[in-house]
């Protein structure tokens, strides 16, 4: 699982004065197999070689790059194991190694720079809510991570509770029922201080509540404001009898569906802001093209299964779906298999959100749209 923690350290990585190396290796699921990733991580790290002998650099850059370039043919030297992308961060002189699964591809890159190149990581990793599911009953509570389909136990809490009463013995009803009703509210205000220190730290995007019916909507009248925002849903479970598959399984039916929820809504907010003018929105691939091609993108929706071949300048970044010669500075267009993969990655450079849109919508008639960051001059008449 890749976890906030990871994802952190990933982020304070630097050289301190040293090369980091950023690498980014897609794995394709029509490409599977050891060969074809090999052969693409090998072309990467040619591309830096010569680095590690420019004697511009001094020694110490130079043997750290060397370094880096061993280790990570040694440590990619394996067949991965699903599709998705692999990202590695290294700087071997200052004992820096870190690599993270992505679950969709990137473009393939290689960068060597004073601090991590981490955009394209954070545009993939972005799309995907971390969830915190927490199992709740009167003296038991369960902290779960759940990210990307994977699940684990952060924690455990139990708290004392009362034993079953003998009334025959003389005990009040009423004394008994209250003492055990104070001490599950004081176990429910334990596991609030757990979370809230938990997002407190934003290692979390949304809530889940789980547990018997009876004591999931007491449980959820003591979250406080700010964790009944992150509450997308809460469910039913026998926390003796269910097994972690069935808790994982049931957390993530919730999240997915708030997921699709909030597409639907993106799409909504650029068909309806493309309606009104306002905010400035391209919608259909025409148009998003010409405004990637101009960095204006925010936030582009593109339909999951869209794709359509289309052409780049290689020169100015223009985007389009054909040409024969570009009509910004006049150089030959090159041609390539999937303009939305273009797409894609130039936004993630110009530091734009990404979001694949998984529900049929609207939007798949039209491939892509996008909340953009200004009005779009008028479109070049093409060339050739």
């Known amino acids: 699982m890749i976890t906030q923690e990871q994802v952190d350290r990933v982020l304070r990585l630097s050289g301190n004065g040293l090369p980091c190396v950023s690498l980014y290796v897609p794995v394709l699921p029509e490409q599977p197999?050891?060969?074809?990733?090999?052969?693409?991580?090998?072309?990467?790290?040619?591309?830096?070689?010569?680095?590690?002998?420019?004697?511009?650099?001094?020694?110490?850059?130079?043997?750290?790059?060397?370094?880096?370039?061993?280790?990570?043919?040694?440590?990619?030297?394996?067949?991965?194991?699903?599709?998705?992308?692999?990202?590695?961060?290294?700087?071997?002189?200052?004992?820096?190694?870190?690599?993270?699964?992505?679950?969709?591809?990137?473009?393939?890159?290689?960068?060597?720079?004073?601090?991590?190149?981490?955009?394209?990581?954070?545009?993939?990793?972005?799309?995907?809510?971390?969830?915190c599911a927490v199992i709740v009953d009167r003296g038991t509570g369960q902290i779960w991570e759940h990210y990307l389909d994977q699940a684990r136990e952060l924690k455990a809490i139990r708290d004392r509770t009362l034993r079953k009463p003998d009334y025959a013995a003389g005990l009040a009803e009423d004394r008994v029922r209250n003492k055990a009703d104070e001490l599950s509210k004081r176990h429910f205000r334990k596991l609030v201080g757990e979370l809230r220190q938990l997002f407190g730290r934003r290692a979390f995007d949304v809530l889940v509540v789980g547990g018997h019916s009876y004591e999931v909507p007491n449980f959820l009248q003591f979250l406080p404001r700010d964790l009944r925002d992150r509450l997308i849903g809460d469910f039913t479970v026998d926390r003796e009898t269910a097994t972690p598959a069935d808790i994982r399984n049931r957390v993530q039916k919730i999240v997915s569906d708030h997921a699709h929820q909030e597409q639907r809504q993106l799409v909504g907010d650029i068909l309806e802001a493309k309606a009104a003018g306002r905010p400035p929105s391209a919608v259909g691939l025409d148009e998003t093209l010409w405004a990637a091609s101009l960095a204006a993108v925010g936030t582009l929706a593109a339909d999951e299964e869209a794709a359509a071949p289309g052409v780049v300048c290689d020169r100015d970044g223009l985007l389009a779906?054909?040409?024969?010669?570009?009509?910004?500075?006049?150089?030959?267009?090159?041609?390539?298999?999937?303009?939305?993969?273009?797409?894609?990655?130039?936004?993630?450079?110009?530091?734009?959100?990404?979001?694949h849109i998984e529900p049929e919508t609207e939007l798949r008639t039209h491939l892509t749209g996008a909340l953009l960051r200004f009005e779009l001059p008028p479109r070049p008449a093409a060339a050739g």
């Open 33 to 131: 197999g050891r060969s074809t990733f090999m052969t693409r991580v090998a072309s990467l790290l040619d591309g830096i070689r010569p680095l590690s002998l420019d004697s511009s650099l001094d020694h110490a850059a130079r043997l750290s790059l060397r370094e880096d370039i061993v280790k990570l043919e040694k440590s990619l030297a394996f067949e991965p194991h699903q599709p998705g992308a692999v990202a590695v961060f290294a700087c071997s002189g200052k004992d820096v190694y870190e690599q993270v699964w992505l679950p969709r591809p990137t473009r393939e890159r290689i960068v060597v720079d004073s601090d991590p190149y981490v955009r394209p990581m954070l545009a993939v990793l972005d799309e995907y809510d971390r969830a």
């Open 321 to 355: 779906r054909s040409g024969e010669s570009c009509p910004l500075c006049g150089d030959p267009l090159r041609e390539v298999p999937d303009i939305i993969d273009a797409l894609t990655e130039t936004v993630i450079d110009d530091g734009g959100e990404i979001r």
